[in-house]
């Protein structure tokens, strides 16, 4: 019984202080890209891991564009990791791509780009790289058409390359 009372006053505190908001981070809109400076210094490889969700279409064509990077604008992007030939994005299914980049400390952001009439539901984003730990981005949800959308976990860092310029 007192257990349960606990449970129920933790409940409550919790309700109450976040105020109804997730405390699982949630992807949000991005309005307008620009890349860095040193987008093009590629001398790092990077394996990006993405798990389209068992609820998303079962194929899509659309195009789709990643970008992502660390707190120090080093940023990496690749304007079209789709290929419909290939049977990319495919429901339940994980697709592996190898970018290359500058070299960044730890990935902190990452945001999808989705041009297209099909729709994608993407499940999460891992990426993996040589002088970083790997981190996973949970998505979750359809990827918004035409606006970049994702995550920005760098406490304003990256807010140099993620700029006012529109793609």
């Given at each position: ?18 105020q109804g908001r997730s ?11 620009k890349l860095s400076n ?65 070299c960044a400390y730890q ?61």
């Open positions: 019984m007192m257990k349960a009372v606990s449970f129920l006053l933790h409940f409550a505190f919790l309700f109450t202080f976040t405390i699982i981070p949630q992807p949000q809109p991005l309005r307008s890209f040193n987008q093009y210094a590629g001398s790092c490889s990077y394996t990006v891991s993405i798990k389209t969700s068992c609820s998303s279409p079962r194929y899509t064509r659309d195009q789709i564009s990643i970008a992502f990077g660390d707190a120090y604008g080093n940023q990496v992007y690749a304007p079209r990791i789709d290929d419909p030939s290939s049977r990319a994005f495919e429901s339940c299914s994980t697709d592996t791509f190898q970018i290359s980049g500058p990935i902190c952001y990452v945001y999808l780009y989705r041009n297209g009439y099909d729709g994608w539901k993407t499940q999460t984003v891992t990426i993996y790289g040589h002088y970083t730990k790997s981190v996973t981005f949970y998505y979750n949800s359809f990827i918004p058409n035409g606006i970049w959308y994702g995550f920005n976990h760098c406490n304003g860092g990256a807010s140099a390359a993620l700029s006012t310029s529109s793609m």
